[in-house]
């Protein structure tokens, strides 16, 4: 099987459990190419736990839900070494999964929020001085609420710019809401999986070889610079924002069947990649950044 023929596979199977959402499905497949992490910012009940389920029966890997509380501890998550028969031995936390469900993230402490740092840049865990490789390939998808900030934790920067995209889920279509009345998407849940977790880690090798043409390296550090000096922003684009944009275009290039990246993949991926690791201003929320980096997009267009 190509790598085309894997990822339509894969948003395949997952999109007949997520109904009438083709644009998330392929964004949450985008970051799992790309070895990213998903960060989803939606009401209650639009299928983002789900989106996580389907992701991880599709790749044949383990699933883990982790339900964020303002009194879950670090241990909770990373495990933590105890009095076993006599010895201390490690148990590890949920967060030893391929695919990890961080549910309502920003309703647990900062403390708790860093526990997962290490975990989503370097793929390990260290408890008490030992370091543990988590599952490959590991996956988080967190979910936070942006119309209720009662009793809530706003995610630091640091802990946002771990996720390679954030998007949010939206309500689905009449006639694909109506199929998951229907009982379609229950169906679809019982379907095995179409990928082993030994595919996705070739899929990510193939991303890696995606050519990327200097014209397009130099748009993004336009874009990066043009970030830095915006008026409507009071912090522009980091290096590491610039590189995570690449290397979600050339998951995007795969995606369509590419071993290169074209303009478009930069272009449709700006917005989920960039807008949550910016600052702006005023205090417009997050469509304010959505908007700059779209304003951005626009003049750099128009100089070209």
Same mark, same amino acid.
């Given at each position: 099987?190509?790598? /085309?023929?894997?990822?339509?596979?894969?948003? !395949?199977?997952?999109?007949?459990?997520?109904?009438?959402?083709?644009?998330?499905?392929?964004?949450?497949?985008?970051? $799992?190419?790309?070895?990213?992490?998903?960060?989803?910012?939606?009401?209650?009940?639009?299928?983002? &736990?789900?989106?996580?389920?389907?992701?991880?029966?599709?790749?044949?890997?383990?699933?883990?839900?982790?339900?964020?509380?303002?009194?879950?501890?670090? *241990?909770?998550?990373?495990?933590?070494?105890?009095?076993?028969?006599?010895?201390?031995?490690?148990?590890?936390?949920?967060?030893?999964?391929?695919?990890?469900?961080?549910?309502?993230?920003?309703?647990?402490?900062?403390?708790?929020?860093?526990?997962?740092?290490?975990?989503?840049?370097?793929?390990?865990?260290?408890?008490? !001085?030992?370091?543990?490789?988590? *599952?490959?390939?590991?996956?988080?998808?967190? &979910?936070?609420?942006?119309?209720?900030?009662?009793?809530?934790?706003?995610?630091?920067?640091?802990?946002? %710019?771990?996720?390679?995209?954030? &998007?949010?889920?939206?309500?689905?279509?009449?006639?694909?809401? +109506?199929?998951?009345?229907?009982?379609?998407?229950?169906?679809?849940?019982?379907?095995?999986?179409?990928?082993?977790? /030994? %595919? $996705?880690?070739?899929? +990510?090798?193939?991303? %890696?070889?995606?050519?990327?043409? *200097?014209?397009?390296?130099?748009? #993004?550090?336009?874009?990066?610079?043009?970030?830095?000096?915006?008026?409507?922003?009071? +912090?522009?684009?980091?290096?590491?924002?610039?590189?995570?944009?690449? @290397? /979600?275009?050339?998951?995007?290039?795969?995606? @369509?069947?590419?071993?290169?990246?074209?303009?478009?993949?930069?272009?449709?991926?700006?917005?989920?990649?960039? *807008?949550?690791?910016?600052?702006?201003?005023?205090?417009?929320?997050?469509?304010?950044?959505?908007?700059?980096?779209?304003?951005?997009? &626009?003049?750099?267009?128009? #100089?070209?």
């Amino acid at each position: 099987m190509t790598p /085309a023929e894997a990822v339509a596979a894969l948003t !395949g199977r997952v999109s007949r459990q997520v109904r009438g959402k083709k644009e998330v499905v392929e964004l949450a497949a985008i970051c $799992v190419l790309a070895g990213g992490h998903l960060l989803l910012e939606d009401v209650p009940g639009v299928g983002k &736990t789900t989106l996580a389920h389907a992701l991880a029966q599709a790749i044949g890997g383990t699933f883990r839900r982790i339900q964020f509380t303002s009194d879950l501890l670090p *241990a909770d998550i990373v495990g933590f070494v105890g009095l076993d028969a006599g010895r201390m031995q490690f148990r590890p936390g949920p967060i030893f999964a391929n695919v990890v469900l961080a549910d309502e993230i920003n309703r647990t402490t900062p403390r708790t929020q860093s526990a997962l740092l290490e975990a989503m840049n370097e793929g390990t865990v260290s408890v008490d !001085g030992t370091t543990h490789a988590l *599952a490959q390939p590991f996956f988080v998808v967190a &979910t936070q609420n942006p119309h209720e900030y009662h009793g809530t934790w706003p995610l630091p920067d640091s802990q946002l %710019d771990r996720f390679l995209i954030r &998007t949010a889920m939206g309500y689905p279509d009449r006639e694909a809401e +109506r199929e998951v009345l229907q009982g379609a998407a229950r169906l679809a849940s019982g379907e095995g999986a179409v990928l082993q977790p /030994a %595919d $996705v880690l070739e899929l +990510r090798a193939a991303v %890696d070889k995606v050519r990327i043409h *200097a014209d397009i390296e130099d748009a #993004v550090l336009d874009l990066a610079a043009a970030s830095r000096c915006a008026g409507s922003l009071a +912090r522009g684009v980091s290096t590491r924002g610039a590189e995570a944009l690449l @290397r /979600a275009a050339r998951a995007r290039a795969v995606l @369509r069947g590419r071993d290169f990246a074209i303009p478009e993949d930069v272009l449709a991926l700006a917005v989920p990649v960039l *807008a949550h690791r910016v600052l702006v201003r005023a205090e417009s929320g997050p469509e304010g950044a959505a908007s700059a980096i779209r304003e951005l997009l &626009t003049s750099l267009r128009a #100089v070209a």
